[in-house]
C-alpha cells in the first residue's frame, strides 16, 4: 500500500503536481491501493481530476497540518503502508520525517521538494542554531537509508548533491506536464492586433514582476500585457494602469486561469535565477502544454532544458537582455511566434514528461 501525504497545500495549491503524481502512481503500481491524505479543501479538488478512481482520500480539517509530528506516524501504524510519499515538507516537517523514518525501518520514504529548497537558497540565517534547524541544514544531517529526496528537475538534482552527504539518495521525477490543452488549439495572433504578453503567476518579487513591469512601462504602446494572477501584499495598484487585465485580488480559479492563457500569445516569466535554479516552475510546463511562446530567464533548470531538448523558447541572462528580447521582436527582428525548431524541442519535453512515460520510469524507493 502505498500512502501520500501532503501536510503542506491547502486549497488549489499544487493541485495540477499532485493529481498527476497520483495518476503516475496507479499506473505504475496497478495492484497498489494508493491512499491520499491532505485536507478537505485539497482532496475535494483531487477528487475532480480524471483517472484517480483508484484513489482513496482521506480529508482532515486545515488544523490537522499542526499535529503532523503525531498524524504521520498514527497512520503509518493505522494502515502499514510499505511506502509513504510526502508531496511537500517545510524545514520543521522534514525533521519530523527524518526521526520517524529512523523508527520506521521497514518503510520507503519519498520526500518530494516542490520550492522548499529555494528558501534557503536565497537566503540563510547567520544564526547557527537557525541554520542547523533551516532545510539545508535538515538535508547536510543525512536520512536513513530508507530515505530519498525526489526532486522535479534534473538540474536540482546536481544542486542538492551540493549539501547533502554523499550516501543520501535523490532522484528526478521531472515536473509532469500539464493537462491544459489537451483538444484544445492554441490560436496564434494575427497581425492586426497586437501580441498578448502575460505575467503568470503571483506579483512576487521571486518570480521578477518587477522586471514585467519594466517590460511593460517601455512596450505598452506596442504589447498587449496582462497579470493572470493574484496581486501580492505589497503590490502597487497604481500599477494597473499598465496592464489590459491586473492582477486579482484573490487566486485565480482553475477555469478562469485557464481561459486567461488561452488568450496569451507569449507568457512572460523574469524568473530569479537563484531561486529558480531550485525550483521548477509548473508554468515553464504550461506554456509547452499549450504551445505558447516563453520569454523567460536562464536558470540552472532553463539551461538544462536547453542543453536535454533544444530551444524551446527565448531566454533572457538578465533584465537588460529581456528588454532586448522585446526590442527585437517589435522591430520584426526577433519572430514571437514558435520557431519549427521550438515546436520540434517540445514535442521531446511533451514526450518525457508525460504521465504514461512517467509511470514507465519512475519508481518509489525499494520498488
Known sequence: MILVFDP?????????????????????????SVIMCAVASHTTLLK???????????????????????????LIRELNP???????????????????????SNVSFDCVTHGELAEPAGW?????????????????????????????????????????PRRQLVSALPHPLSCLGEGTAHEQADKHRRAVISFV???????????????????????????????????DPALDDLFTVPPSVEKLERDVFEAALLETDVICLPLDPVRYSWSASGTLLDAIALDIQLLTMRTAVTRDWETRYGEFGLL??????????????????????????????????????????LACTFSLLNR
Request: hydrophobic content about 40%; charged content about 30%.
Open 8 to 32: 503542506v497545500v491547502l486549497g488549489a495549491s499544487h493541485v495540477p503536481f499532485n493529481s498527476a503524481l497520483l495518476s503516475i502512481l496507479c499506473k505504475a503500481y496497478p495492484q497498489d
Open 48 to 74: 475532480r481530476a480524471p483517472g484517480l478512481d483508484r484513489v482513496v482520500f482521506r480529508s482532515f480539517p486545515e488544523d490537522w497540518r499542526e499535529n503532523f509530528r503525531e498524524e504521520l506516524p498514527r
Open 316 to 357: 533572457a541572462d538578465n533584465e537588460t537582455s529581456m528588454i532586448e528580447q522585446l526590442e527585437a521582436i517589435r522591430s520584426g527582428m526577433q519572430p514571437w511566434a514558435l520557431t519549427d525548431d521550438q515546436r520540434r524541442s517540445r514535442e521531446k519535453i511533451k514526450k518525457e514528461r508525460a504521465v504514461d512515460r
Open 201 to 235: 503567476g503571483g506579483t512576487f518579487r521571486s518570480k521578477g514582476f518587477a522586471t514585467f513591469v519594466e517590460c511593460a512601462r517601455r512596450f505598452g504602446e506596442t504589447f498587449d500585457f496582462r497579470v493572470i494572477g493574484a496581486r501580492a501584499h505589497e503590490y
Open 82 to 104: 510499505t511506502n509513504v510519499v510526502l508531496c511537500g515538507c517545510s524545514a520543521s516537517k522534514l525533521s519530523i520525517v527524518r526521526k520517524v523514518a529512523r523508527r520506521q
Open 124 to 164: 540563510r540565517s547567520r544564526n547557527p542554531w537557525h541554520r542547523r534547524n533551516d532545510f539545508f541544514g535538515i538535508v547536510g544531517r543525512g536520512f536513513s537509508s530508507n530515505v530519498r529526496f525526489v526532486v522535479l528537475e534534473h538540474a536540482i538534482v546536481d544542486k542538492l548533491r551540493q549539501i547533502a
